[in-house]
């Protein structure tokens, strides 16, 4: 496995282009990941970002390492603070 990726959520902006060399089209990825064809789509769009588990499940599934599904630039999003709570007071 690649080195570790720091916690968050993750813009997949890869995600379409290695799919598509893949060749998997969007209904057999959701398949082979156990996610829903939706979430694919979703993230795919870039609507949503992935949550470790499943960009890790879908990068399983395309055989690559979640960093290839990542832009190399794209920090990951950090996960919104808890409810009543500003970012400011959670740091």
Do not use: C, F, Y
Not at 3 to 17: F, I, S, T, Y
Not at 18 to 41: F, Y
Not at 57 to 62: D, G, P, S, T, V
């Amino acid at each position: 496995m690649g080195k570790p990726l720091p916690p968050g959520r993750w813009r997949l902006v890869n995600l379409r282009r290695v799919r598509i060399r893949s060749g998997l089209s969007l209904r057999k990825l959701a398949a082979r990941a156990g996610v829903t064809q939706a979430t694919i789509s979703r993230l795919e769009l870039l609507h949503e970002s992935a949550n470790p588990i499943t960009a890790e499940r879908i990068a399983a599934a395309l055989g690559v390492e979640v960093s290839a599904l990542l832009g190399e630039d794209e920090p990951p999003e950090a996960d919104p603070p808890p409810l009543g709570e500003t970012a400011a007071s959670a740091a």
